[in-house]
């Protein structure tokens, strides 16, 4: 052990393993008057701050500008990123993103601009939203967009406030929004955060919305169903066109959870399956980096009998030169826009991308990717079936779900499973989610995977079943052995979070 930071773990004499370098937090390395930069003697400033003058240090750390590089740096580096390897999250499509989009979103011009520019110095960017606006417009066939909500959860509560405010113009906002069982969680939160309450429509045996049990929920009450399609199950909901039918004809409206867009782009117009309004995951389906949580964008396709109530701001085409609508007044008499999601503009560096994304692909492009997607993750589905456990028959869309069938009477959990992937250095897939099907695994390859990645990830996974079914249970409850950190208490950790680095048992 160490002497120069002695809370180092023991192992090692600095407590590294081979090139993962342990280092205690910024607060232990810093020492008093240390600094990167050399400030001026501070003047004796006349009293212009009143009370809020600093009368004592206040611990900031010491440290030079390397000792700062190297830590930001090794954090970064224990990130994992689909950059570095294979991410087969399920719910939340993880692919690859093209290194072009990010040389579109930093071009001088539109890297660079700010949103308080006169509109006239800011014609190119409004054609590039505009430009995306009539791609997602012909990708789904619906009649409007709004382009601002920020992610796919604030595209759900956009499509939520125009069904509010059309239930409104018609008389009654009514007050339930049905939700399948297998939704998503922000589903039900952007209902509830609306002012929604919420009812749940279970699943049938074969992963689909139960008919029966929405018609009977279907009442002068219910303002929408908000569906994911294709499901969480992985699997295409067959009745689509049924419920949208049934959903129109109590006066609701359909929303369409389009998260997993990425299995129909460029095969399914959404316009014919009856949708209202559908949010697109921009940072999903259209690739940009999104793992940490953000930026993302959320653009929300409308239909016919919601369009007029698009939420502010939006671009609109006036002869040659593009406007930006900011107000009710200029919206004109036949929009009524609801209101505004979203400061400024929206997340224009994602929309940037979106749509670099979208044009050096093409239609073909784009058409293809559902493709691959979908056969990629049948692949998956039909080299893994006969070791893990798949709850539905026949085929799936972009994600092949497993349950914990496989591991009973083994010891071995779910969790334990995707621990010992670690080690094998896989992010692991999603895991318990979705909720119907017990101890899920849900795997999304995406379709920008290789067929050697996905073989080696299958050779993995079948060796990994042969041990559990073998009875090496202890070897999966050490897991993960080969990372910075052990198995951590999750629940511990978002409850009590300790902020100070501590020694851990090795
Ligand atoms: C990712 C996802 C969402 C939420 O999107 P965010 O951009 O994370 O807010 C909603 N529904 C489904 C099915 C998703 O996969």
């Keep these: 052990m160490s002497d120069v930071f002695p809370s180092m773990p023991a192992g090692t004499v600095t407590g590294n393993r081979g090139l993962v370098v342990e280092e ?18 501070p003047r004796d400033l006349p009293d212009a701050l009143g009370g809020f ?26 990130n994992y990123s689909i950059d570095a390897g294979f991410y087969p999250l399920g719910s939340c499509t993880m ?73 409104e113009a018609k008389g009654n906002p009514r007050k339930i929004i049905l939700v399948p069982e297998s939704a998503h969680g922000t589903n039900p939160a952007s209902a509830a955060l609306c002012g929604y309450s919420v009812v749940a429509i279970p699943a049938t045996e074969d992963g689909r919305v139960d008919i029966a049990a929405l018609q009977e929920k279907l009442s002068e009450d219910v303002a929408g169903i908000m569906l994911t399609n294709p499901n969480t199950c992985g699997l295409f909901e067959r009745d689509v066109r049924q419920i949208a039918e049934m959903v129109h004809a109590a006066g609701a409206f359909f929303y369409m959870d389009g998260a997993n867009f990425n299995a129909l782009i460029g095969r399914v117009k959404i316009a014919d399956l009856g949708v209202d309004a559908m949010h697109i995951n921009l940072h999903k389906t259209f690739s940009t980096p999104h793992g940490g949580g953000g930026p993302g964008a959320g653009p929300t396709v409308l239909s016919p009998a919601l369009a007029a109530f698009a939420p502010l701001p939006f671009v609109r085409k006036s002869g040659d030169a593009y406007e930006l609508v900011e107000t009710r007044a ?80 083994t010891g071995v959990t779910t969790l334990d499973f995707a621990k010992a992937l670690i080690d094998e250095g896989y992010h692991p897939m999603t895991m318990y989610f979705p909720l119907v099907v017990h101890g899920a695994l849900l795997m999304e390859p995406t379709e920008s995977e290789s067929k050697q990645t996905l073989d080696l990830f299958v050779e993995t996974v079948r060796a990994l079943a ?19 950190r052990r198995r951590l208490d999750e629940t511990l950790a978002a409850r009590k979070p300790v902020l100070r680095w501590k020694p851990q048992e090795n």
């Design 330 to 409: 200029q919206a004109g008499k036949k929009a009524q826009p609801f209101g505004r999601m979203k400061g400024f503009h929206g997340q224009f560096g994602v929309m940037l991308r979106a749509l670099a994304y979208a044009m050096s692909l093409g239609a073909d492009g784009l058409r293809q990717t559902s493709g691959d997607a979908v056969l990629n993750a049948n692949y998956l589905l039909a080299r893994l079936k006969d070791v893990l456990t798949a709850p539905f028959e026949g085929p799936c869309m972009h994600e092949a779900l497993f349950d914990d069938g496989f591991l009973k009477d």
């Design 24 to 41: 205690p937090l910024l607060f232990e390395q810093g020492s008093p008057g240390g600094s990167g930069v050399d400030l001026p003697e």
């Design 466 to 484: 042969a041990k559990a079914r073998a009875g090496e249970a202890d070897f999966f409850h050490a897991a993960p052995r080969l990372t910075p």
């Design 95 to 167: 692919k690859y993103n093209p290194r072009l989009n990010e040389k579109v979103a930093r071009l001088t011009g539109l890297g660079d601009l700010h949103p308080f520019q006169p509109v006239s110095t800011v014609q190119g960017a409004l054609a590039a939203m505009d430009a995306l606006a009539a791609w997602l417009m012909e990708l789904t066939g619906m009649a409007g967009v709004a382009m601002s909500p920020a992610a796919g959860a604030h595209g759900e509560l956009c499509g939520l406030m125009t069904i509010r405010a059309a239930q």
């Design 53 to 78: 003058r600093r009368t004592g240090p206040i611990g900031l750390p010491g440290l030079s500008e390397p000792q700062v590089v190297r830590h930001y740096t090794r954090l970064s580096q224990k």
